[in-house]
Structure formats: structure tokens, C-alpha cells
């Protein structure tokens, strides 16, 4: 298995790996708590339901954003490894990224009346966002990869994640107020902004990183970009571990089928009200600080496949334990169970794609499970919505998702984990 090409530029550059290990977590944790004013489990399904959105239309608003950022990965790819340097290119395309959250706050804010228009714009600012980011996450994630180093990648993600939720738990007393004193567009206005203040923030402190050279740098064959496109299904079908790695993805969507769902139910089971969703949102974030924790000590020591086992258990408990529960209290709990889980897997997903890829084609490879993970995000949302729609039953999605995830675990199994084999 071929090491980091970089890992000789991280020894000789000690300072330079902290600055760069610290701006990343910053980057992250900023950009992720500012995303929580708008958290797309919780606020966007509610948010999407008061505007007069469908079921189909709800379900997807959890896997939107991500969805439109592995989409556009694929189709620049080829660019991006003749790159030799990726910060510019990162930091170009994560501020065009982040402008729609700014346009769209200040159209709520400025044009009253606009409910005609207000729930395709809602929608349209993540995919917007996404679309843009997704022209530059296959550099970010390259240029990551280089900075930090392989041991310390799962304390790096699990760093941002325990930020964000430090952020996400503010942000639940916020939104409750918020939407307390100013419902509705004036509301979702003062949040969109709120959002992008954050966001800024997180795209200064990648200038501050500091860009190391690759020991050495994969240099692709000339050639049109239609073969490139033709030569992807035999680049990956060469991997049979990331193959096995797409197959975990797609049965791995338990979660994303139950939150789209689970605001409404659990409001509507309690008969609270929409600003509650607030502290739904504190308790989802103080379990993302616990499973980050955990995630960070265990990815540290027993790489990320262990950490995706795991979580896969959890959500097996969490849909039965939604089905059973009907007191606010115990949606709460629901909620800091969620946000336990789902940090567990998007720590351990990163931890173990990265490491699966061998590094003179990993942006490519990245690309392509990327835009794998497109499709599995849409079946996910696209068959709890289904479900939704025909039975207008919370217990059946819940089911559902409950029976992927022990798929899942089957197909992990049979995956060994990487850092081990070296």
C-alpha cells in the first residue's frame, strides 16, 4: 500500500503541519457551525413544510447540500490533477461558495410578499452553494490531505466536528429566539445572514494555511477529456476495496431517510412548537461533541472503519428508538443519539476513503466516489420520501433505514481496514 507522498515535507515542517492542522479545524468548524443556523436535519425540513413543500421535497433538503457538492467533483477532476498548487483555486471557489447564503438573507430580509418565490429560493441556495463548492472540493480535499498528516486525520476531522457542535449548541438557543420574535421570512432572513458571517469567517482562516509541495506529483496522460470520462469505470473496477467502499455508502443512508422526517414527527407527535426545533438542535450537537470525541480516540488508534461500524449500530438504535418514544424529552434524547451516530460515520467515512486511495490518483478517485455518493444521497431521500408519501408513516421509514444499515455492517465486514494491512 503506497504511503502519503507528502509525509517527508510533514516531518521536516513541524510548525508549518500545526499552523496548517490548526487553520483546517478552524475552517471547518466555522463553516459547519455556521451551517447549523440553517441545520439541514432540522430547520430546513420544518422551514420547507411552513412554505408549502412537498414530502418528496422535504426528504431532500438533509442531502442537498452534499449531493450538489460530490455532483460537480467528477467533471473537474481532470483539472485538478495538473494542478500542482491548490490553494488558489480552493480559496477562488470558497468564496463564490459561500455568497448565496448572503443573497439570499438579504432578499428575505428586503422583499416582503415574496412567498411565491420563497420556497425555490430556499431551496436554491444550498444547491447553488453546493454546485460552486463542488468545483473546489477535489482540490481542498487534495490540498488537506497533503497538510495533515495520516495519523492525525481523524483527530483533525473530529476537531472540526466537535467546534461545529460547540457553535451548533448556541445556534439552538439562537433559533429559538429567532424564530420566537421574528417567525417566518424575517426569521429565516436573520439566520441566512447569521450563517454567512460564519462562513466568511471559516474561508479567512484557510489564509493562513501554508501550501507544501508534493514529494512527488502524479502527472496525467494527454489525451481528450472524453477518454478521461471512458477510462473511469476501469480506474475503478482496479479498486476492488472502494468498490466494496460505494456498496457501504449506498446501504449506509439510514440516517439521512429518518431526519428528514424526524422534526416534523417528533413536533407533531408532541404538539410543540416550530421554535422548539431549537433545542433539538443544542442536544443533536452536544451528542456530535460526544461521538467526535470518541471518533478522534478511536479513528487515532483503530483507523475508520470501526468508527463506521459503530455508528451503523447506532442508528439501528436510534430508529427503534424513535418509533417507540412520544414525549418531547425523549425526542431530545432521540436527537443527541442522532448526533452522536452521524459524526461517528462522516469521521470514520473520511478517515478510511482517504486511506483506501492510493495517492497518485486519489483526487480522481475521490471525484469518482463522490459522485457515486450523489446517487446514494438521492436513493436515500428519494425512498424515504416514497415511503412517506404512500403511507404518510414515520415507523415505516424508520424500518426502512433500521434494515439498510445492517446491510451495511454485512458488506463492512468484509473490508479490511488499511492503516492495519500496512
Not at 429560493?121 to 490540498?143: D, I, N, Q, Y
Not at 452536544?286 to 468508527?307: D, E, F, P, Q, R
Not at 449500530?313 to 424513535?322: D, E, G, K, P, Y
Amino acid at each position: 500500500m503506497p504511503t502519503d507522498s507528502a509525509a517527508t515535507h510533514h516531518q521536516h515542517h513541524p510548525q508549518v503541519v500545526r499552523r496548517n492542522f490548526l487553520c483546517h479545524c478552524l475552517e471547518g468548524g466555522l463553516y459547519m457551525g455556521g451551517l447549523a443556523f440553517l441545520q439541514p436535519e432540522t430547520v430546513m425540513p420544518k422551514m420547507v413544510e411552513q412554505l408549502g413543500g412537498r414530502s418528496a421535497i422535504i426528504a431532500i433538503m438533509p442531502a442537498l447540500l452534499p449531493a450538489a457538492f460530490a455532483a460537480a467533483g467528477l467533471f473537474v477532476s481532470p483539472v485538478v490533477e495538473r494542478l500542482t498548487r491548490f490553494k488558489p483555486w480552493v480559496m477562488f471557489f470558497g468564496l463564490l461558495q459561500r455568497l448565496p447564503y448572503l443573497i439570499t438573507g438579504l432578499l428575505l430580509w428586503h422583499v416582503q410578499d415574496a412567498r411565491s418565490w420563497l420556497l425555490p429560493l430556499v431551496v436554491l441556495t444550498p444547491l447553488a452553494s453546493g454546485l460552486v463548492g463542488g468545483v473546489g472540493v477535489v482540490a481542498w480535499m487534495e490540498m488537506v490531505t497533503r497538510m495533515v498528516p495520516e495519523r492525525v486525520r481523524a483527530a483533525g476531522w473530529a476537531a472540526r466536528y466537535i467546534m461545529q457542535a460547540c457553535i451548533g449548541m448556541g445556534a439552538g438557543a439562537v433559533i429559538h429566539q429567532v424564530l420566537t420574535h421574528a417567525p417566518g421570512q424575517r426569521g429565516y432572513a436573520i439566520l441566512h445572514l447569521i450563517a454567512f458571517g460564519f462562513l466568511l469567517l471559516s474561508w479567512l482562516s484557510q489564509a493562513f494555511m501554508r501550501e507544501l509541495p508534493a514529494a512527488h506529483h502524479y502527472h496525467p496522460p494527454a489525451g481528450s477529456y472524453g477518454a478521461y470520462l471512458r477510462g473511469l469505470p476501469a480506474l475503478l473496477r482496479a479498486q476492488p476495496l472502494l468498490l466494496r467502499m460505494v456498496a457501504v455508502r449506498f446501504t449506509g443512508m439510514g440516517y439521512l431517510m429518518v431526519v428528514s422526517f424526524l422534526t416534523l414527527h417528533a413536533l407533531h407527535t408532541t404538539g410543540r412548537p416550530e421554535a422548539d426545533e431549537g433545542h433539538f438542535v443544542s442536544f443533536q450537537n452536544i451528542g456530535t461533541i460526544l461521538g467526535s470525541m470518541l471518533a478522534a480516540w478511536l479513528g487515532y488508534h483503530s483507523g475508520g472503519k470501526v468508527l463506521i461500524i459503530l455508528s451503523r449500530i447506532v442508528c439501528v438504535v436510534l430508529c427503534a428508538w424513535t418509533c417507540l418514544t412520544h414525549s418531547f424529552s425523549g425526542f431530545t434524547a432521540a436527537y443527541f443519539v442522532l448526533g452522536f451516530g452521524l459524526f461517528l460515520d462522516r469521521v470514520g467515512d473520511l478517515t478510511l476513503t482517504a486511506e483506501l486511495c492510493p495517492p497518485e490518483r486519489r483526487s480522481t478517485l475521490q471525484a469518482v466516489l463522490g459522485f457515486c455518493n450523489v446517487w446514494s444521497l438521492m436513493l436515500a431521500t428519494s425512498l424515504g420520501g416514497l415511503i412517506y408519501s404512500f403511507s404518510g408513516s414515520f415507523y415505516l421509514v424508520a424500518s426502512a433505514a433500521a434494515l439498510l444499515s445492517l446491510v451495511s455492517i454485512l458488506i463492512l465486514k468484509g473490508l479490511p481496514e488499511p492503516r492495519m494491512r500496512r
